[in-house]
């Protein structure tokens, strides 16, 4: 390399390192969370008029704190935990499908009486735990777990029936919680 210029391709290597510089940056400042979510980003081809040449980009991790599992699929995702009044807990999470990159949103409810754990993948599928087992949602040195649960795809709450989609469990750990339930919850 010459002083002040790139050889072809070094340009897309140096932003794609300073992209993930960054992402890894920001992660840092998220409270030192000790699992993580690996996302593999696509090949970057460069080409010149002299040469093509195929550049990987960085893995880039994304910390998670907690993960759902549905059947054979578990989803790590990160979760912000939150315990509005005396014993009750919810944590809601955030992540991508592992396969097919679609958003996913977890809800785990710990209030007396009123368990809940439902998981939903893009705009179009819904698991939730089956209405006519007991839930038990348990809060022990700062994790929250539920285990044992038999899941439902897209279950009608009215009837009761949606797709049996196997069983699975539910773990996360909550460094801090927030007082106040989202708005709109």
Do not use: K
């Amino acid at each position: 390399m010459t002083a002040g210029r790139f050889r072809p391709g070094e340009v897309m290597q140096v932003v794609v390192l300073s992209v993930a510089l960054l992402v890894v940056a920001v992660s840092c400042g998220t409270g030192g969370l000790e699992t993580t979510e690996t996302f593999q980003p696509e090949a970057i081809v460069s080409t010149s008029t002299s040469t093509s040449a195929t550049t990987t980009p960085p893995v880039v991790t994304v910390p998670t704190n907690g993960w759902v599992q549905v059947g054979g699929q578990t989803f790590n995702l990160l979760f912000t935990c939150y315990a509005p009044g005396a014993g009750d807990v919810a944590a809601i999470g955030v992540g991508e499908h592992p396969d097919s990159g679609e958003w996913i949103e977890a809800l785990i409810q710990g209030f007396l009486g009123q368990p809940y754990v439902g998981v939903r993948v893009g705009e179009s599928t819904r698991y939730e735990a089956v209405l006519d087992e007991p839930l038990n949602v348990y809060v022990r040195d700062d994790t929250i777990s539920v285990g044992a649960i038999r899941w439902e795809r897209d279950l009608d709450l009215a009837s009761g029936v949606g797709e049996p989609a196997g069983y699975g469990t539910v773990l996360v750990e909550c460094t801090d919680y927030e007082a106040e339930l989202p708005e709109g919850y």
